[in-house]
């Protein structure tokens, strides 16, 4: 059974960080494209970033490029999300997702996690 497990959410001031986790259990993560996505309250859920199965590419959406920073460690089957210069903007639940063999682009994906709250005041 394919379990994907984020931690690392939480309440944050507007300019500070946070890492996410993401813990894959069940599959082979080496062969797997990682993706983190977020919905806010309303709204779609959107893509947020992706990593490749071989972590030679990654992708971002606009709206975090340049704050946020998607790493995984195979070791330890997890992807990070690294998130600086957090605005109101990126409250949401964060979800990961995971692609056989893909390559960190929005879709599609065949795993998903229950997701982490995230909320960044002002």
């Known amino acids: 059974q394919v379990k994907l497990v984020e931690s690392g959410g939480g309440s944050v001031q507007a300019g500070g960080s946070l890492r996410l986790s993401c813990a894959a259990s069940g599959l082979l993560f080496s062969t797997h494209g990682m993706g983190w996505f977020r919905q806010a309250p309303g709204k779609e859920r959107e893509f947020v970033g992706g990593i490749s199965w071989s972590g030679a590419s990654f992708e971002y959406a606009d709206s975090v490029k340049g704050r946020f920073t998607i790493s995984r460690d195979n070791a330890k089957s997890t992807v990070y999300l690294q998130m600086n210069g957090l605005k109101p903007a990126d409250t949401a639940v964060y979800y990961c997702?995971?692609?056989?063999w893909g390559q960190g682009t929005p879709g599609p994906y065949d795993y998903w996690g229950q997701g982490t709250q995230v909320t960044v005041s002002s």
């Open positions: 997702a995971a692609a056989a």
